[in-house]
């Protein structure tokens, strides 16, 4: 056999080469921001990937998971005098505590019981977000603290401005994570996971602990999303429950489907249509929502396993 | 040396008695039979000794340890692999994967070590790939290793699961069916696989309808009719049953006392 390069290193080759090289073509500093929405909401997709695409098991709460990181970043540094991103590891580590306590009785559930069942969830951790006011600041939300690396990076002389700094670092944040997904694929737990997806009778007679396999990619993903959701109010200094609430969860799903559910690169080319698509779109004015919505429906027609999958079936097709 | 014991199972599905009382043993290298009409049982007897349905009467101990009502994943832990008679097939898995994940009791390890692809994890699969690729080659799927499962044909999705159940090293394997659907070259191909399985010391428990292919190769035969166990025996004893005969073949033949087979 040839030696040559797995897919897997090639989808992040891929991917490591289109996150360096698009700022060549930025007119100007609001692209990076642009880019670094793009690559927090591809964190929080390729956690879904592992829960939806590997193990198939639905979650339409995982916002509160991203609320959960966003204000352990906001509350951690004032209250608890952690810094930033002590802060932001530790409010994975409550979101991955926290997905495992609701994890074990909820993933019995099945199909739409599952997703009820997580969109209850999600509403709950924004509900106390939003009214918990005296902690929180409520509605109106409320400030966050510098993360600090900025200026460590000027001191030993990488001088970035700020909207490059986020773009690299949660353009290195959403690699990192990607790999760590495309590496969970094809090992053992990964082909555990999509197995009981597939079947779970014939995943269970070959040995594979169904509820402890599934509870682990619920966790897995969660803090994924607590990952991004900490990005998120780093970046922007500022956060709001809304960071928590049920449109973000559905938004994050759809991005996942619309890209390709089973497929790390696919569902993070869905975060970039779907993140740039309404940008693009703002010149038709009143039409832009019409036609985001028709693009979706399309899509979703036509390209059933998501954009990438389909693209990628229709070119080997022709070879 | 009896492998597994199966004592007075029954199981009742709303109103309808689907087992009753079937009891019987398997010894390893040993292939045992159970035959009979369809919807007589024998998916519903595999699903209970496979932990799939808890039995409501009865006991089954493997290796003399009571198992019943064990769940699937702690039987296999123990030694029980099967196969299914409507296939159950990781779809959207590459052939290879397939039989991989059957090696999955001697894979598995610490899930940190496969997000972060360390090098126990990546040892971990370079050697069930090396076990699984042994084991295509060995039921004659060496050269689909690297396809979508869902593109083989249904007699190589057979061959497929058998692969897979071999890959736990079953002590018993529990085959639902494994010859149907496929042509008279693929039988015998899978007849020969179960004989040679079974020379090994595998203790073999069959359901299938090719009648041919259970007397040539079953060394005991239970025969099972509306969830009960009307016969059982070796193959020429059973095959002259009357009682065998007629639920088979219906009441005429038997008073004509036609043989089955």
Known sequence: ?319 | MTLLSVEGVGIDFGGLRAVNDVGFSVSPGEIVSIIGPNGAGKTTLFNMISGVYRPQRGRIALDGTDVTGMAPNRLAERGLSRTFQNLQIFQRMSVLENVMTGCHLRERGPVLGDLLSLPSSRRRSAATSARANALLERVGLARAAEREASSLSYGALKRLEIARALALEPRILLLDEPAAGCNAVETEEIDHLIAEVAKSGVAILLVEHDMKMVMRISGHIVVLDRGEKIAEGAPATVSRNPKVIEAYLGTQAAEAGDAVG
């Open chain 1, 1 to 319: 056999m040839t030696m040559r390069l797995s897919r897997k290193h090639l989808t992040l080759i891929v991917l490591a080469a289109l996150v360096a090289l698009a700022p060549a073509f930025f007119p100007s500093n609001f692209y990076y921001r642009i880019g670094s929405l793009i690559f927090v909401n591809g964190l929080a997709v390729t956690g879904l990937v592992v829960l939806i695409g590997f193990a198939g098991q639905i979650s339409l709460g995982h916002a509160g998971f991203a609320g959960i990181g966003a204000y352990a970043c906001a509350l951690a540094p004032g209250y608890l005098g952690l810094h930033p991103g002590l802060a932001m590891l530790g409010g994975a580590g409550l979101s991955g505590v926290v997905a495992w306590l609701i994890g074990r009785p909820i993933l019995r559930l099945k199909g739409y019981y599952l997703a009820v069942a997580t969109l209850g969830f999600g509403i709950l951790v924004s509900m106390v977000l939003a009214n918990e006011a005296g902690i929180t600041g409520g509605p109106d939300g409320r400030e966050v603290a510098e993360l600090g690396l900025r200026s460590a990076l000027a001191a030993i002389g990488i001088g970035l401005n700020n909207a490059q700094f986020w773009y690299a670092a949660t353009g290195l944040s959403m690699l990192a994570g990607a790999w760590v997904a495309l590496n969970l694929h094809d090992s053992p737990s990964g082909r555990a996971l999509r197995a009981l997806h597939d079947s779970e009778v014939a995943a269970r007679t070959v040995g594979v602990d169904v509820a402890r396999l599934k509870l682990q990619a619920f966790v897995i993903s969660a803090v994924y999303a607590s990952l991004s959701g900490s990005l998120l109010a780093l970046m922007n200094r500022f956060i709001t429950p809304d960071v928590a609430g049920f449109l973000h969860s559905v938004e994050q799903v759809t991005m996942t489907v619309f890209g390709g559910v089973g497929s790390v690169p696919g569902a993070i080319l869905g975060a970039a249509v779907l993140t740039l698509l309404p940008q693009a779109l703002t010149v038709l004015q009143q039409y832009e929502n019409l036609i985001l919505g028709l693009i979706m429906m399309l899509v979703m027609i036509f390209m059933r396993d998501g954009l990438l999958p389909s693209l990628m079936r229709r070119l080997k097709g022709r070879e």
